[in-house]
Structure formats: structure tokens, C-alpha cells
């Protein structure tokens, strides 16, 4: 046997001297062990979503007739009830078109009188061969054109009623002012959005849903709405 033989028997041998002479490491000790009983009860599951509340009713109030904002009667977020005026486009003005217009119904609807009169006398006259044929076309002529003066004149006046109604901008419904796009004082051209108006009665919930959670959700499941402040 040569030495290297010789030095790896001599380092077997202490090896197993020292593994037989040492002492046996300690057990660890177990953890403890604690028994509960086994009950059943409901869990309550919930799916989280963030979403936006939608006016099932909305409005983007525009204006009827031109004019200057010469009042405005509610800010935004206050509540209105469906009829009330919420601005005036200058209510005045529209008063004086109002009353010349008026005017003009009374000055046709006399001269569609006087014309009638002298038809009755020029007919009258015609048939004492005093007034000529001529003449009495004349006169029918005349009162057709009163007459047709007098309706445009009527038609004008009902357009200046109208006006006197929209500029008394009114809340078609009932809800909130949610924007103001105008200001007072401010001269504002037909067909000019002035403000919004959103109904709160009702209102819609709108959210999305993951995939997963969407396969959980059933109609009729309660829902809870909490709005962020």
C-alpha cells in the first residue's frame, strides 16, 4: 500500500471515530396545534367598478331670438322646476317690437274698413251707370290688397308674440342647470346654446366590467353607489 492509501484509512478512521463519539443533536420541538370547529356561513361577494352617473334627460338650451342677457335668474347646480325663466334676452325690446306691431295690425285692419266702404259706394255708384266698370275693379283691387296687408300684418304680430316668449328663456323640464355657457350682459345671436339642463329624476349608472366578473354578474343583483366627493 503506498502512502496515499495510507493517509485515506487514517482519515476514515477519525472520521467515524467522531461520528461515534458525539452526541445526538436535540429535537425540535412540534407547533402547537389549535382545534376549531367547522361552521358554514354565507360569504359576501363583491365586485368593485368605478363608473359615471348619466341624466337619462339632458338639454342643451339654445336661444329662440337674438339679443342682449339682460338677466339671469339661476347658477349652475340649482334646481328648476319645469316653466321657469332662467335668463331674459332683453324682454324689453321685444315689448316695443310687440306694440309697433300692434300698430301696424290697427292701421291695416282700418284701411281694410275704409276699402270696403268705398267698394260699397263705388258699387252703388256703378249700378246708377254713374261709376265706371273700371272703377269698380279698382276699388275690389284695392280691398284685396288691404285684406293681404292686413293678414301680414296680423302673421308679424304673432311673430312678434313669439318673441316676446322666448326671450323668457324657460326650463323645459324639471332638473339642475349643470353649465352656464353665457353671462350677463352678454349679447348672444339665435341658435346659441345658453345652458345645459340634466334631469335627476331618473338617473343611470353606467360602469364596465372585466370579462372574469362580468360572467358572475346576473339580472336583478343588487347594486351600491357611492359617489366619490
Known sequence: ???RGRVALA???LGLAGCGGGAAAPAEPGKPVVVTPVSVRALDERIEAS???L???HADVAAQVGGE???ILFEEGDAVAEGDVVMEIDPEKRELELA???AHVEEARAAVSEQERELARVTALAQTNVASQTRLDQAQTALSTARSRLLAARAELGVA?????DASVQARFAGLVARRHVSEGEFVREGQTL???VSLQPIEVEFHLPEADAARVRQGMPIDVSVAP
Do not use: P, V
Not at 161 to 165: D, E, G, N, S, T
Open 1 to 3: 500500500m503506498n502512502n
Open 11 to 13: 482519515a476514515l478512521a
Open 51 to 53: 363608473g359615471e352617473l
Open 55 to 57: 341624466a337619462k334627460q
Open 69 to 71: 342677457i339682460t338677466e
Open 100 to 102: 309697433r306691431t300692434q
Open 161 to 165: 308674440q313669439r318673441a316676446l316668449r
Open 195 to 197: 345652458f345645459e339642463l
